[in-house]
């Protein structure tokens, strides 16, 4: 048997959504990459206490506990797979894969059973359902009955709003409510957010891009609190996945950007972006709200209780660590310009793209973060109002395509050494020799038929022609001699020395003659008729 046992295509349930990724188990640990979000789930291999085998909708699932009562549920195992892993875990893990049978008898009336962050509703020892009390949003009481609310995902197309239980009333010796008891145990691990006790710090009157505003911002143990003058957003730490720091291309502002999932609503506009905007020479004097010794366990040196500096490292700072996220920043991407970033625009707005090291990120209108792994191909696109600037396409496995338009022509070699170093498929990779000219690009018309520019180049050709025989014939015209010269046949001045005459002149100057007076004519026609 090898070292490890990976697994393609597991589902893990997210709020009544399936999302894809990969899992992986190793000697050290066991480890779930989200194919959507890029969230990756850790369990280390001595945490864990408890795995089960169970037969659920989407084939057979896992589900492991660890020792300080987390849980985590994986589906889309084939029952062959069953055999591998539990002589893996028993190699490994020193840990038995038992087999858990579910209730299928569709009985609503059984034993409700908390065990750590999972309510249980068994029926015969065997349970029916579990309802992770993460997701629970609000919890009601009523006379012998129970009411629990769930927060939404987005992309579910149905979602569960909310259960009701009945809970009989009993006649026990502790004089305890079980109605009560029930509530109190749903909320101990439900994700209600309540502004209860004191902050650890408050920033005031924050600049906010994204959603559009000033906000103070008050950080609280367990979630992070917006408040404006017309919306309040509470953000549990959570929902947030990555830190990005970022700096602005006139390198006197930063950006520092909070990805959500699920996003923060405002009506009916979501977002998955928080995105504050900083001055670098705003600097600020920060006093947590914590004695120095609670300060010193919690954070472990990370932060101390009186600290200064610009206001955007101590806002990271303190992010970085009640969040525990990695702020992520620009790598060694460096542009025409000496910058880390590059101008361009998307949608119709402009804004600037950040080549990082592990995908690229578009701020601010609208936010696009793209990561490397679920990027498909890139192109190199000829600008399509001036040959000053070129676009750059990227398209993603799911079929998606982004489109950052008017980047500047000097930026095309830094992009295109960036994204071939990064061994990103690039789908028109011959184009960047045809790009280049003599100055770096060449013109997008030379090889291109245009119809309406070749019909003006023969028009022009013609009036010059016109205009050259006009004033030929004007230099020479006598409107006598040609009088005397080109008399008709049935003019009574036409004689034998006027026949003499032509027959000297050349027919170069004859036919010269002829083409002027019917190019005369033919003008005095067209403006008589004007005229008319």
Not at 33 to 52: E, F, H, R, W, Y
Not at 480 to 501: G, H, I, L, R, T
């Amino acid at each position: 048997m090898g070292d490890t046992l990976e697994f393609n295509e597991i589902y893990q349930e997210v709020k009544g959504c399936w999302n894809d990724g990969r899992l992986r188990f190793s000697k050290q640990s066991v480890v779930y990459k989200s194919n959507k979000t890029g969230k990756v789930d850790s369990i280390p291999a001595p945490d864990l206490s408890v795995a089960q085998w169970r037969r659920v909708c989407l084939g057979h699932g896992i589900k492991l506990a660890t020792s300080n009562g987390h849980i985590y549920k994986y589906d889309g195992f084939k029952d062959s797979d069953f055999e591998k892993i539990s002589a893996f875990f028993k190699a490994n893990y020193k840990v038995e894969l038992a087999e858990k049978d579910m209730s299928v008898k569709g009985w609503n009336w059984g034993t409700a059973k908390f065990s750590g962050p999972l309510l249980s509703f068994d029926i015969n020892d065997s349970p029916a359902f579990e309802i992770p009390l993460a997701s629970v949003s609000q919890c009601a009481t009523g006379k012998n009955e129970v009411t629990v609310e769930f927060h939404q995902n987005d992309d579910a197309e149905v979602s569960l709003m909310e259960m009701r239980f009945y809970v009989p009333p009993t006649t026990g010796d502790e004089g305890t409510d079980p109605v009560e008891v029930f509530s109190q145990n749903v909320l101990s691990r439900a994700d209600v957010i309540q502004a209860t006790g004191d902050a650890v710090c408050i920033f005031k009157e924050l600049q906010c891009l994204t959603p559009r505003g000033r906000y103070d911002i008050r950080i609280y143990p367990t979630f992070l609190h917006l408040h404006g003058k017309t919306f309040d957003y509470k953000i549990p730490y959570t929902t947030v996945l990555r830190l990005f720091l970022l700096p602005h291309k006139d390198q006197r502002q930063m950006f520092f950007v909070i990805s959500l999932d699920p996003p923060i609503k405002q009506g009916q506009t979501r977002y998955h972006f928080l995105i504050l905007l900083f001055s670098k020479d705003e600097d600020i004097s920060l006093t947590l709200n914590m004695s120095e010794e609670e300060v010193e366990r919690r954070f472990e040196g990370k932060l101390n209780k009186n600290m200064s500096g610009s206001l955007y490292e101590m806002v990271s700072r303190v992010m970085k660590s009640l969040v525990n996220r990695k702020i992520t920043v620009p790598g060694n991407f460096q542009g025409h310009s000496g910058a880390q970033c590059i101008t361009c625009s998307y949608k119709a707005s402009s804004g600037l793209l950040y080549p990082l090291e592990r995908g690229f990120i578009y701020v601010h209108k609208p936010p696009v973060h793209l990561r490397f792994e679920e990027i498909s191909c890139v192109n190199f696109a000829r600008g399509t109002t001036t040959t000053r600037s070129f676009d750059f396409e990227i398209e993603t496995k799911q079929g998606s395509q982004y489109t950052f338009s008017s980047i500047e022509r000097e930026e095309y070699g830094k992009l295109f050494d960036f994204v071939n170093a990064k061994k990103l498929s690039i789908k028109n990779r011959g184009l960047r020799e045809d790009m280049k000219g003599t100055d770096g690009y060449s013109d997008s018309d030379e090889d291109e038929h245009d119809a309406y520019l070749e019909r003006m180049k023969e028009e022009g050709k013609i009036r010059e022609e016109g205009d050259e025989s006009e004033g030929d014939s004007d230099e020479s015209f006598n409107p006598v001699e040609e009088e005397d010269d080109v008399a008709e046949e049935y003019d009574s001045n036409a004689s034998a020395s006027d026949s003499e005459a032509e027959e000297g002149d050349s027919e170069d100057e004859g036919k010269k003659k002829k083409d002027i007076l019917q190019y005369k004519a033919k003008k005095t026609w067209l403006q008589i008729s004007f005229f008319l």
